[in-house]
């Protein structure tokens, strides 16, 4: 039925409660063909049990209304990068379209003009941030259709997307090299930062979290609680990665490398009287007690590896270097995962399968000398 410049259609949709089913008038349809179509798809959608009214609301209106939902709901790390996602990626290419409107073909086109003109000054943008881009859509969406009754389906699960190759680490440090380093890093007030990543694996963030209460010298043991990061310019303690605290245990060196760091901490406070700036309790701090910013860290580490003549390294590789020297060790993947802090051994697997390649190699000669050796 035409109603002053647009069309309308009348459909019979059972009522989930009652099962009757009850008329719906849809309209705002600009031909007598969209309305049909319209109908039509509502008839199908309606034996299917997932009929939803015809609703007028933007991509970007659902989801900075989506956001504001989340405002306290997730932790504000993810938050912040849920918004770069949808301001930055989404709103600018496809937030004047209806929600209702959008289509697999409608995601995987945003994908492919992201992968190719998405990033800084229309230059292409990693896949890596595609595929966080379509995790991002993937959930709002899908709470569309699960919470707001907005969709019928999730047009995110079907779009095409950038395949993503987890990247194993490059080129790490020998054993002997990390030696050279941290023996170079020791003139620095920072060194036991560098000492203990290197010896525990944690990430920079939480052990920029870490307070003396978290280290138990004597049980040579250290809590990870938390973490340390940085959300629109300011610096911001949270929960780790993984949102659960872990037990990891430290060598008898590292616990003595702990000692002289804090009595080298406490001279600093001593030294600074009444301009010290922090409260005596933070493991990691500038010299005047004042918190770090994680970017402090990481600038220093090129420099420190560059006075050690040393190829290039980054902070985060003494991390992968430490899981490395474990699982070629012999040391079990759901040791080393629950070490590193990872939700799932899985995701062990996957980041250092080379590893376990090369470990594997020589698992056919130990099995056929056991044979052999055996009475």
């Known amino acids: 039925m035409k ?77 912040s990068g849920y918004r770069d996602d949808v301001e930055g990626y989404v709103i600018p290419r496809i937030g004047g379209m209806r929600l209702q409107n959008v289509r697999p073909a409608t995601i995987g086109k945003l994908y492919r003009e992201l992968l190719e003109t998405g990033g800084r000054n229309g230059k292409s943008l990693s896949p890596r941030t595609v595929e966080h881009v379509h995790r991002t859509l ?42 050279t380093f941290l023996s170079v890093a020791t003139e620095h007030r920072l060194a036991a930062f560098f000492w203990l990543a290197a010896y525990t694996g944690a990430r920079r963030g939480e052990l920029l979290h870490l307070r003396w209460s978290d280290i138990d010298l004597d049980g040579a043991e250290v809590t990870v609680s938390g973490s340390t990061d940085v959300i629109d310019g300011q610096r911001h303690d949270g929960d780790t990665k993984g949102g659960r605290s872990r037990i990891v245990g430290i060598d008898a060196e590292t616990v003595e490398v702990m000692r002289e760091h ?16 922090g409260t005596g309790d933070q493991v990691f701090a500038a010299a005047d007690g004042a918190a770090l910013f994680p970017d402090t860290v990481s600038a220093l580490m090129p420099k420190l590896v560059r006075q050690s003549g040393l190829p290039p390294s980054r902070l985060h590789d003494l991390r992968h270097l430490h899981a490395t020297t474990l699982l070629l060790a012999g040391v079990p993947v759901h040791v080393v995962a629950a070490r590193l802090g990872h939700a799932d051994p899985a995701i062990t697997l996957r980041v250092y399968a080379h590893v376990l390649r090369e470990q594997a190699a020589g698992v056919a000669d130990v099995f056929a000398h056991a044979v052999a050796t055996s009475s």
């Open 3 to 79: 109603r002053g410049e647009s069309w309308s259609y009348v459909v019979r949709v059972p009522d989930p409660g009652t099962g009757r089913s009850k008329p719906r008038w849809v309209g705002g349809f600009a031909t007598e063909a969209e309305a049909k179509a319209g109908r039509d798809e509502a008839r199908v959608a309606g034996r299917r049990g997932s009929y939803v009214d015809r609703s007028a609301v933007t991509v970007a209106a659902y989801l900075r209304d989506w956001l504001a939902a989340h405002a306290v709901a997730v932790k504000p790390k993810t938050l």
């Open 138 to 179: 993937r959930k709002a969406f899908g709470d569309a259709v699960r919470v707001e009754g907005l969709l019928p389906t999730n047009p995110v699960e079907n779009a095409k997307r950038p395949r993503v190759r987890l990247a194993e680490p490059g080129r790490l440090w020998t054993t002997a090299e990390l030696r």
């Open 262 to 277: 804090r009595k080298r901490q406490a001279a600093e406070q001593l030294a600074a009287g009444h301009l010290w700036r």
